[in-house]
């Protein structure tokens, strides 16, 4: 299920305050006194109050399957600092990297060089998320009924602003167009490739910033050019694997790629990493979601296994890396809204991708 991402419209006004109450209920079990006297706003807000607030700000809404399960709204002040405030997700819905992904889109819409917010400074899980988005504490917590912090982003300096073309690799998959539209929501322009529907030559003719090889059904010997693709562009485009394409990779460099003692299908697992490429600025310990049959092991020296996770009968590589190439497997899938850290994962390896661009122009400048 892949939550959509749009400008709240009026009419979805009355859907976003019974959410907002809903999500706000924990602060009035905290703060009984204060909601006692009427002292928390998400809680006393009228629907005047919102239409009229709906009047100023930007307000951005989230739905899985039109149903509304997550808002977010913010403004620009005169000296170009976005305010952003009350993001909400319904509590069936938390956990599901829904609150990172509206966060990230109206950061992108105000596009301001400053981002700030306030939370409970009590409230640990929003504070480890606004950390894991890029945003420190500003200050000590005011006084008031809640005890708010402030934190504040500011925006890395734009060196290389246009956006980066990414192509994918479809292996003829469901997932594929989950896949892209978590990389779109990160910014990538992209162009989407049947496995059987193009040529080396004309990928070498796009010349694309980046390539991404898509999960898919089949083994990597039946995913049409996708080992072609990484044997022939991986040591000059970023290229990442999911699932097959993690698979493919293997392949491609001579690995052992074989039945897993036991498939899985839309399992979570928890998996350990070593802190670098997708995985920096993850806490050590990640949850992901499998759906595969193959494994790859027995990598040869060019491959660095990365991650990995320990199933009742067998250890499995999650995550691997080329040694000396810009080129990063993984098994599991992180489009997916139970793989929490996910869209980092993927936002991360855009920013190596965008970091190789970065030293290939300035090289070529030279």
Not at 86 to 102: K, S
Not at 217 to 243: N, Y
Request: charged content about 20%; hydrophobic content about 40%.
């Amino acid at each position: 299920m892949t939550l959509r991402i749009d400008r709240a419209e009026a009419r979805d006004l009355p859907g976003i305050l019974t959410l907002q109450r809903l999500a706000f209920a924990p602060e009035a079990e905290r703060y009984p006194d204060a909601h006692a006297r009427g002292e928390l706003a998400p809680l006393t807000q009228t629907l005047d109050d919102l239409h009229a607030e709906h009047a100023r700000r930007l307000m951005l809404k989230g739905t899985v399957n039109g149903e509304l399960v997550a808002s977010v709204r913010g403004h620009v002040d005169d000296e170009g600092v976005a305010h952003l405030g009350r993001l909400i997700v319904h509590p069936d819905h938390q956990g599901r990297g829904h609150g990172a992904a509206l966060l990230r889109a109206i950061e992108q819409r105000l596009n301001a060089h400053t981002s700030a917010l306030f939370t409970d400074s009590r409230n640990a899980a929003n504070l480890r998320l606004y950390t894991r988005l890029g945003y420190a504490t500003h200050g000590q917590p005011r006084p008031g009924p809640v005890p708010l912090i402030a934190l504040h982003k500011r925006k890395a300096p734009v060196t290389d602003p246009a956006p980066l073309r990414v192509l994918v690799i479809d292996n003829y998959d469901s997932f594929t167009y989950n896949l892209v539209q978590a990389l779109g929501t990160l910014g990538a322009d992209l162009t989407v490739w049947r496995n059987d529907a193009f040529t080396l030559a004309g990928v070498r003719a796009l010349n694309p910033d980046a390539i991404v090889v898509s999960p898919g059904p089949c083994t990597p010997t039946e995913a049409g050019l996708s080992v072609d693709v990484i044997r022939t562009f991986a040591p000059t485009h970023p290229t990442l694997g999911v699932c097959l394409g993690h698979q493919s990779i293997g392949a491609a460099y001579g690995a052992t790629v074989t039945r897993a003692h036991t498939p899985v299908h839309g399992k979570t697992s928890a998996v350990q990493h070593d802190g670098s490429g997708l995985f920096a600025g993850l806490a050590p310990d990640v949850t992901v979601t499998r759906y595969h049959s193959l494994i790859v092991r027995d990598l040869p020296g060019d491959l660095v296994p990365v991650a990995w996770t320990d199933d009742p009968d067998e250890r499995v590589l999650m995550a691997l890396r080329h040694r000396t190439y810009p080129l990063h497997g993984v098994q599991f899938h992180p489009e997916s809204i139970a793989t929490p850290d996910g869209e980092r994962m993927l936002a991360n390896f855009l920013d190596l991708a965008r970091a190789h661009r970065h030293a290939r122009t300035a090289q070529e400048a030279r």
